[in-house]
């Protein structure tokens, strides 16, 4: 019998422990350990802010879904990790053994970048969070009642532009729908080199696209931005230009989850865990990681000013997935490993871009690529909530063998 401990319970975390379970059946013992009693569909963390979706609406209790396949789930947190001695350090139940560790604890994030990026410091909203996508739409409500320039964005080192187009759209969409656009100077900041990027080394046709839709929407855009102060009502950027506002919402640069920066051996400087192309890690080979815990490193050389690859959820379930597998075949005596080096995966993504979406696909994710398309099209966010009800299915479900 084999003792598989599984860290987060969210995308990556919650497919390694089904998919481990279901190779391993009766020889594999899975505990999933996670501060968070909830499956959370990130996503749609980008409505949050507009009252489109409330936390509840996106949410679902995992153990339930844990216990049906056999798994343990424990409500706690890692606080470390000590891979010489296989032992997980948690919060509220000690040390805990395994013979094999998935680590899928997503990110932190580096608010201390920039002084005053922290939404604590009460200047700039943030959506990577739901207490925090919940303070966006109370800054929204303020907006509302006394309108004047908003920033939208991402800070110099960021990976997740995506997220922050989606809000920005939206946040458009929503001061027509509100009769207040006219009085809201609308900016984009953002340290990529050109519109649409997105940490991938971009699509064709999608800065065209993406030009276009700045340019009807009338959003003024600042690319290769970085910020050099944030102050209570006014951000200027390194090349000097100084921009007021009412309201702003910045996606911050990420890091590993705390407990990793705590595991040095299993990290790079950022707490990214350090895999081979089977997610499995490079020195203590019992150790793998799935989603954004891994580090993954951008293919596109240096650009004017630094920002990182996106890790989104179809990679993150190929990554528990690949993991899992692996596990079971160590379990068989390694002669079978199974690879896919990040940059290969499929890219699959729907952009919600207020009036319209856009289905991005590409047959790899990091170029050369054989083929990559942005496809806009008119039914405004009914894919992105098609595919929001089916994720949120799939995982209440623990149908980890779907896509
Ligand atoms: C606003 C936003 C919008 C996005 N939109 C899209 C999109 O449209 N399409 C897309 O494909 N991707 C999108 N993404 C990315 C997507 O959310 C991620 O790819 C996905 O969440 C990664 O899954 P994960 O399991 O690696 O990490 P997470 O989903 O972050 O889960 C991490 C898990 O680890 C747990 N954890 C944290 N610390 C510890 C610890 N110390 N011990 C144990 N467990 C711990 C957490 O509780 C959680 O369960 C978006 C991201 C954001 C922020």
Redesign the pocket.
């Known amino acids: 019998m084999s003792k598989i401990i599984v ?8 497919t390694a422990a089904i998919k481990v379970k279901k190779y391993l059946k009766k020889k594999g013992e899975v505990t999933v ?4 009693k909830n ?2 569909y ?2 749609s ?2 409505w949050v802010p507009f009252g489109r979706r409330k936390l509840e609406d996106i949410t679902f209790p995992v153990e339930p879904v844990f216990k049906k396949k056999g798994i343990e789930f424990i409500h ?4 470390k990790i000590d891979p010489d001695k296989n032992e997980v350090v948690t919060e509220k139940n000690g040390k805990l053994k395994y013979d094999y560790l998935v680590v ?4 932190s994030n580096n608010f201390k970048a920039i002084p005053n990026l922290d939404p604590a410091a009460g200047y700039v909203n943030c ?2 969070e739901p207490k925090l ?1 919940e303070k966006t739409y109370e800054a929204y409500k303020k907006l509302k009642k006394n309108p004047g320039p908003v920033i939208v964005g991402a800070t110099q080192g960021a990976s ?1 532009m ?2 922050a187009y ?2 920005l759209f939206n946040l458009e969409k929503q001061l027509r729908k509100d009769k207040i656009r006219k009085k809201v100077d609308l900016h984009w900041i953002t340290p990529e080199p050109f519109l649409g990027h997105f940490g991938i080394g971009g699509i064709a046709g999608g800065a065209t696209m993406l030009k276009t839709f700045m340019k009807m929407f009338n959003i003024k855009w600042h690319t290769n931005a970085s910020i050099k102060k944030i102050e209570k009502s006014k951000i200027t950027l390194n090349d000097g230009t100084v921009l007021p506002y009412k309201m702003a919402m910045l ?1 911050p640069p990420f890091l590993g ?3 990793l920066k705590k595991s040095p051996k299993l990290v790079d400087e950022k707490g990214f865990v350090v895999t081979n192309e089977g997610y499995q890690h490079i020195k203590y080979k019992n150790v793998f990681a ?4 891994v580090q993954v490193i951008a293919p596109f050389g240096n650009c004017a000013v630094p920002f990182g690859v ?7 379930d190929i990554m ?1 997935k690949i993991a899992a597998k692996n596990i079971y075949y160590m379990t068989k005596g390694g002669k079978n490993f199974k690879k896919k080096p990040f940059g290969k995966i499929p890219g ?4 919600d871009a207020g009036r319209k979406e856009v289905w991005i696909f590409t047959n790899r994710l990091f170029k050369p690529r054989a083929f990559a398309v942005m496809i806009p099209n008119i039914f405004a966010s009914l894919v ?1 909530t098609i595919l929001e009800k089916y994720m949120l299915l799939k995982n209440k479900k623990g149908w980890a063998f779907l896509p």
């Open positions: 860290l987060g319970s969210n995308f990556a975390g919650m350990i996670s501060p968070s499956f959370i990130i996503p963390l980008i706690d947190k890692a606080m899928a604890t997503g990110i959506i990577v996508a997740c995506g997220a989606e809000y996606i989850a705390e407990a799935a989603g954004l815990s996106p890790k989104t959820g179809y990679p993150s528990g699959i993504c729907i952009m992105k």
